[in-house]
């Protein structure tokens, strides 16, 4: 008798399996992770933009730790973005106001440890990955490295993979980048 492994989403409804590496769709998630690094390591913010959809939700909660027991905090969050914000971000780093990258941000994005689980909805896919992103932006100044978990949900959407949801989960518990005017 064959059992049907379940997965917890981000949300905490439990999900379908795991999709297996040999599965059409795992192909689809790695090539759309891919292309997406791609597009933000080469600041192509524009064409970043085109694969998220409506109601992206894009955060990143505050690390915490209490006692021994590390976990992100439920109330403060070191960015909640949807796409509205996102497009001013791009549309000000376009600008001679985005003093944050001025001068740019060089970045390398890292995404391993891919795992994808099918949803209720035959158009979505959770995935989990890790990824380390390397920064570095003017000579005699140090690199930033960002390192955690990103927890994505992907849509279907005509044909095409598009980043409805990403919750970042960084393992360091304080952040000593000067900003994070960053895309993770």
Known sequence: METKQT???SNGAVKGGPISPGDPRYFEVLEFLYSEAELLDGRRFSEWLELLTEDISY???QPVTRGRTPGY???TEIFSENLASLRVRVRKLGTEFAWAEDPPSRTRHLVTNIRAWATAR???LEVSSSV???RHRSPGASADLFCGE?????RKIDEKWRLAKRTVLLDQNVVEARHLAIFF
């Open 73 to 75: 905090s439920e109330e």
């Open 7 to 9: 997965h917890e989403g």
């Open 122 to 124: 035959p158009d979505e």
């Open 132 to 134: 380390l992103i390397y």
């Open 150 to 154: 990103r927890q994505d949900l992907l």
């Open 59 to 61: 955060r990143m909660p």
